[in-house]
């Protein structure tokens, strides 16, 4: 499992938090949404607006086994399975609909590419061509503070690996030539691209 992926899983672990069983996400027809209704009065407004598409959602609040955010916790399994065919019966946009009508915390799991055309994420310009020499039109993530009077620019792209090593043994650590090839040489730093 890759790196990524294995970030991605414990994402999602960590949104079905131990404490609250209506903060985390769901899977939806087209998609995945994370829902945060982390009270019980966010609940109520979560149920009340499921069950205009589903009609078993809408007393659910008063079930014993849920009437609370300490019974949902007890009875998370059960609560999730009842759910889990709602939100995946509706698409991503129509989950978000109704819970942003109902007032209850709710935002779509997006990819990269989808974060990475957002209308907020270009209109903010976080995304930056950087200049690099081995890499054209080097595509990074902007500048994330935007100041009124004093524009932050990227001035140079990442470095390869290894670009910089001995340039920084010289002038952090002090070594000299000798120092520096003796201990590439036993493969101390990794192996250099440049």
């Not at 903060?23 to 209704?37: L, Y």
């Not at 994420?121 to 080097?138: G, Q």
């Not at 140079?156 to 010289?170: K, S």
């Amino acid at each position: 499992m890759g790196w990524f992926a294995l970030l991605l899983l414990l994402l999602l672990l960590l949104t079905q938090l131990m404490n609250s069983t209506s903060w985390q996400t769901f899977t939806c027809s087209d998609g995945t949404i994370v829902v945060g209704a982390g009270n019980d009065v966010q609940f109520a407004r979560l149920c009340e607006a499921l069950a205009q598409s589903a009609l078993q959602c809408a007393d659910l609040h008063m079930d014993p086994r849920f009437d609370s955010n300490e019974n949902r916790v007890v009875h998370r399994k059960a609560l999730v399975d009842i759910l889990g065919p709602v939100f995946e019966a509706m698409t991503t946009a129509q989950s978000l609909e109704l819970c942003e009508q109902a007032n209850v915390p709710c935002a779509p799991i997006q990819d990269m590419q989808q974060v990475f055309s957002h209308p907020q994420v270009l209109a903010r310009e976080m995304v930056a061509s950087t200049p690099h020499d081995d890499i054209k039109d080097l595509r990074t993530v902007g500048h994330h503070v935007k100041f009124s009077k004093t524009a932050a620019s990227i001035r140079m792209g990442p470095p390869l690996l290894g670009q910089h090593t001995e340039q920084v043994l010289r002038e952090w650590l002090d070594m000299d030539s000798g120092s520096i090839a003796a201990s590439m040489g036993l493969g101390a730093f990794g192996k250099a691209t440049h």
